[in-house]
């Protein structure tokens, strides 16, 4: 999404909230939001997400490659997102010590803490097979794409 014109995320935003108005139910969301940013961003082969139950994240609905089932708080990208609270961005995922090679054609990674009043809730995961695919823009958008996503559950 690097040169993802601001015209065209404003749209994807707008689609993203009208996708998710009908139903509070946070699978069902999450399952169509997967599709929908699986389906409408280039470069990705994986987009789900993770779901804190206990001291681990479970996975949730994606569309991609069958995924690591659980995931430990503090191991991999998604649980350092996870137990640091902070989106964590990363360009290599073979130069992040302790990542979890859950789809060996994964090279960048990008993930979204899903956070509601203080409480964590699991993980926006996006995975690409190009080295450096993800970058500010991409942080500020799926960002706001996470808060609509927590803005649309009970």
């Known amino acids: ?13 707008r689609r993203a909230q009208s996708l998710m108005s009908a139903v509070r139910d946070p699978i069902a969301n999450a399952a ?28 949730g609905p994606f569309q991609g490659k069958p995924a690591c089932v659980s995931i430990p708080l503090g191991k991999g990208v998604c649980g350092t997102a996870a137990a640091s609270r902070e989106i964590q961005l990363v360009p290599d995922v073979h130069a992040f010590a302790g990542h979890i090679a859950c789809d060996v054609d994964s090279r960048s990674e990008i993930v979204i803490p899903l956070i509601r009043h203080e409480e964590l ?9 190009s080295a450096g695919r993800f970058d500010e823009k991409d942080r500020l958008l ?3 794409i996470a808060d609509i996503y927590l803005q649309s559950i009970d």
């Open 32 to 59: 169509n939001l997967s599709a929908f940013l699986f389906q409408e961003l280039e470069d990705v082969n994986w987009v789900g997400f993770y779901f804190l139950k206990g001291s681990e994240l479970i996975v």
């Open 121 to 129: 809730l699991g993980v926006l995961d996006l995975d690409s097979s």
């Open 1 to 13: 999404m690097s040169n993802f014109p601001d015209q065209a995320a404003d749209s994807l935003l």
């Open 142 to 144: 799926l960002t706001k």
